[in-house]
């Protein structure tokens, strides 16, 4: 599953280092680690279900629909944990809450919303205007 070595393997020094005002951002973020960790584990077996069982073409094909989905819903949650990990890094490293890009500060609300962002809300949306064909 999710096998690189992260700031959660030093958690009671995590804790200890990480300032007041980003505690709860702290919290936030373990809570949501543990959860789509449990979730990918849980689809991953779901998925292997699905492979393990023998009926005729049309369950064969709903199996494959549900396999392709449940697999689909491990990546997307490898993504977010992907974020997460790198947003404790950043807790650790005491860049946590400014922009990767500009530098300046992302505001607190932002954060409070999505605890993993690495980017200010206009450098995002100019980010993502980039990727458009």
Do not use: N
């Not at 959660?8 to 980003?22: F, G, I, S, Y």
């Amino acid at each position: 599953m999710h096998s690189t070595v992260s700031p959660v393997d030093h958690l009671a020094e995590l804790r200890a280092t990480v300032p007041a005002k980003w505690l709860w951002h702290l919290e936030t973020l373990l809570r949501l680690r543990e959860r789509l960790d449990g979730q990918a584990h849980g689809h991953l077996a779901d998925a292997g279900d699905t492979r393990k069982t023998d009926h005729d073409f049309a369950d064969r094909a709903s199996d494959e629909s549900e396999f392709e989905a449940l697999i689909s819903a491990v990546r997307s949650e490898e993504g977010v944990l992907t974020e997460i990990d790198a947003a404790l890094d950043r807790l650790q490293r005491g860049t946590y809450g400014i922009c990767e890009v500009s530098l300046l500060p992302i505001p607190y609300a932002r954060l409070r919303a999505l605890p993993w962002t690495r980017h200010r809300r206009e450098v995002a949306a100019q980010l993502e205007a980039d990727r458009l064909p």
